[in-house]
């Protein structure tokens, strides 16, 4: 079992920047590979980024490729989203999620979320 917290969100204007963390508990956190997901209001939850158990290949959605860094410190069970050059269209929930083996783009293939944290980029 792993359970994950979100926090770091808040409300920013367009072109700033904030960094996400996700807190994980159980000791197999670095046996897992780390997805974000975003929500929007009204929109289906899309991939943002994720990365391996040993913080190698981060994957990117195109969106968000050369504005958001995934990282990960197995040390602290946490995993990062640094978003940098935000836009109004960033603005959603974003979820942590965990699953063993090699991450995917594909939310249904995560077995553990987090409960969100919201994100606001006003324009």
């Known amino acids: 079992q792993v359970q994950l917290v979100e926090s770091g969100g808040g409300l920013v204007q367009a072109g700033d920047s904030l960094r996400l963390s996700c807190a994980a508990s159980?000791?197999?956190?670095?046996?897992?590979?780390m997805g974000w997901f975003r929500q929007a209001p009204g929109k289906e939850r899309e991939f943002v980024a994720a990365?391996?158990?040993?913080?190698?290949?981060?994957s990117y959605a195109d969106s968000v490729k050369g504005r958001f860094t995934i990282s990960r410190a197995n040390a602290k069970n946490t995993v990062y989203l640094q978003m940098n050059s935000l836009k109004p269209e960033d603005t959603a929930v974003y979820s942590c999620?965990?699953?063993?083996?090699?991450?995917?783009?594909?939310?249904?293939?995560?077995?553990?979320w987090g409960q969100g944290t919201q994100v606001t980029v006003s324009s």
């Open positions: 999620a965990a699953k063993p083996g090699f991450h995917t783009v594909f939310a249904y293939t995560y077995d553990f």
């Open positions: 159980g000791r197999t956190f670095s046996s897992y590979a």
């Open positions: 990365i391996t158990w040993s913080g190698g290949s981060p």
